[in-house]
C-alpha cells in the first residue's frame, strides 16, 4: 500500500505542476498568439497531448507488466516521467529560440504521459493483487490517494512560490522550481519502489503457465467489449478533475478575475474532498460493491454538472468553494473503486496490460479533451454552460458501467 500510494503520489505531483503551470504561464512563455484566450487554448492542447501518450505508455508498460512483472515495470515508468519532468525546468522560452521552444515542450510532455501510463495500472496491481479477502477496494484506493496527496504538493508549492515572488520573477524563472522540486521526490519513489517484492497474483500466475507473448492482442480478441465498458467508466473521474482543477484555475484566474493566490488555497482545501471521497469509496465498495458506487458517482457527476459552471461563476468563494468541493467529492467517488473494479474486469495474464489501456484510453475523452472543450463553451455561451460537459462524460461512464453490469456483479 505504502510502495502504491508513495510512487503514484510523486507521479501525479510530476504531472499536476505542468497542469498548474500550463493554467498560469505555460501559454505566455512558449506559445505565440495574438490573444490571451489562445495562448490558453495552446497551453492546454500541450497539457492535452500527454493524454494521447498515456494509451502508448499503457501498451508499452503493460506489455513487460503482464510478461515479466509489476515491480521493475513500475521502477521505468517512474524514471521516464521523473527525467522528462525534471527536463522541463530548464527548456528556453519562445522568446528565446523560438518554435524549438514549444517543440521540445511536447516532447517532454509526451514523455511525462509515457511514463504516467504505465504508472495507475501498475500501482493498483500492486495494491489489489496484495489484498487480503475483502479489503481489495481498501487496498486498491491507495494508488487513488496518491492523485490528491501529489496535487496538494504541487500547487501548495505555487501556491508558496505565489506569494514569496513577484509575478515578474514567477514568469521569469519561479515556475521552473517545482520541476526542480521533482528531482527529490523521485528519489524518495524509486527508494520505496526498489524495496519491493513480485505481487502473489502474479508469480501465482507464473507457476501455472508462461506469460502472454502479446498481452494486448490477447486483450482484444477475447475481452474487447470489457475494453470498451473500463474506458468509458472511467470518463466521468478525468472530466471533474481536470475541470475543477485546471480548467477551473485558468478560467477563473484570467476570464474571471479571481485573484490567483485565493483561488489555489480555496483548491487546495478543496481537494481534501476529493480524498474524503476516495476514502469513503473504498470503504463503501467493500461493504456493498464497486459497481454500485461507481453508479451513485455517475448520477452524482450528472448532478454536479448542472451546477458547476454557476457556482464557478458566482463571484462569491463561499460559493465557489462549495461548487468545487462538491465536485471533487464526488470525483472520488467515481474514482476510488477502479482499482479494484478495472482490475476485477481483467484476468491475470492481461491484467497489467486491460487495466492501463482502459484507464488511460478513458483519459483521452474525460480528461485532454476536458479543458479545450470546457473553455469553446465558455467562449461560446460563458460559463453557465460549461458543466455540460461534466453531465454528459456521467452519461458516458453510467453506460460503461452497464456494458458489464453481468461480468462486475461476479
Known amino acids: 500500500m505504502t510502495a502504491s500510494l508513495v510512487g503514484t503520489a510523486v507521479e501525479f505531483y510530476d504531472f499536476y505542476i505542468y497542469a498548474t503551470a ?53 521502477v521505468a515508468s517512474l524514471m521516464l516521467m521523473g527525467a522528462s519532468t525534471l527536463l522541463i525546468a ?22 511525462q504521459g509515457l511514463g504516467l501510463g504505465g504508472e495507475w495500472g501498475g500501482a493498483a496491481l500492486l495494491a489489489v493483487e496484495n489484498a487480503p479477502p475483502g479489503w481489495k477496494s481498501r487496498f486498491g484506493m491507495f494508488p487513488q490517494l496518491g492523485a490528491p496527496v501529489g496535487f496538494i504538493a504541487a500547487n501548495g508549492l505555487f501556491l508558496l512560490l505565489g506569494v514569496f515572488l513577484s509575478d515578474a520573477d514567477f514568469a521569469r524563472w519561479g515556475w521552473r522550481i517545482p520541476f526542480l522540486f521533482s528531482a527529490v521526490l523521485v528519489a524518495l519513489g524509486l527508494w520505496v519502489r526498489l524495496k519491493i517484492g513480485e505481487t502473489p497474483d502474479f508469480a501465482a500466475a507464473l507457476e501455472k503457465e508462461a506469460p502472454v507473448a502479446i498481452p494486448l492482442g490477447e486483450l482484444f480478441r ?25 480548467f477551473a484555475l485558468a478560467h477563473g484566474t484570467t476570464t474571471l478575475g479571481y485573484p490567483k493566490e485565493t483561488f489555489l488555497l480555496v483548491q487546495l ?26 453508479t451513485w458517482g455517475c ?32 470525483m472520488g467517488l467515481v474514482y476510488g473503486p477502479l482499482g479494484s473494479w478495472l482490475t476485477a474486469l481483467f484476468p491475470v495474464r492481461v491484467r497489467y496490460t486491460g487495466a492501463s489501456v482502459t484507464f488511460n484510453a478513458g483519459g483521452i475523452l474525460g480528461g485532454a479533451l476536458a479543458p479545450i472543450i470546457a473553455q469553446a463553451l465558455s467562449d461560446w455561451r460563458g460559463t453557465d454552460v460549461v458543466g455540460l460537459y461534466l453531465a454528459l462524460a456521467g452519461v458516458v461512464s453510467w453506460i460503461g458501467l452497464r456494458m458489464v453490469r453481468g461480468k462486475a456483479a461476479e
Open 22 to 74: 500550463a493554467a498560469l504561464v505555460i501559454g505566455p512563455l512558449f506559445f505565440p498568439a495574438e490573444s490571451p484566450s489562445a495562448q490558453l487554448m495552446f497551453s492546454f492542447m500541450s497539457f492535452g497531448l500527454a493524454f494521447l501518450a498515456r494509451p502508448v505508455g499503457a501498451i508499452v508498460f503493460g506489455h513487460y507488466g503482464d510478461r515479466i512483472g509489476r515491480k521493475s515495470t513500475l
Open 90 to 111: 530548464f527548456l528556453p522560452t519562445y522568446a528565446m529560440v523560438g518554435w524549438v521552444a514549444p517543440l521540445l515542450l511536447c516532447i517532454l510532455r509526451f514523455g
Open 222 to 246: 477475447h475481452h474487447l467489449v470489457t475494453t470498451f465498458a473500463g474506458t468509458f467508466a472511467v470518463v466521468a473521474c478525468f472530466a471533474i478533475f481536470y475541470l475543477a482543477t485546471s
Open 269 to 294: 482545501g478543496a481537494i481534501l474532498f476529493m480524498a474524503g471521497g476516495i476514502i469513503f469509496a473504498g470503504y463503501a465498495s467493500d461493504a456493498s460493491s464497486p459497481q454500485r458506487v461507481l
Open 299 to 330: 448520477g452524482a457527476t450528472i448532478l454536479i454538472g448542472l451546477l458547476f459552471g454557476p457556482s464557478l461563476a458566482s463571484g462569491s468563494w463561499p460559493i465557489i468553494f462549495a461548487g468545487l468541493a462538491s465536485a471533487l467529492f464526488v
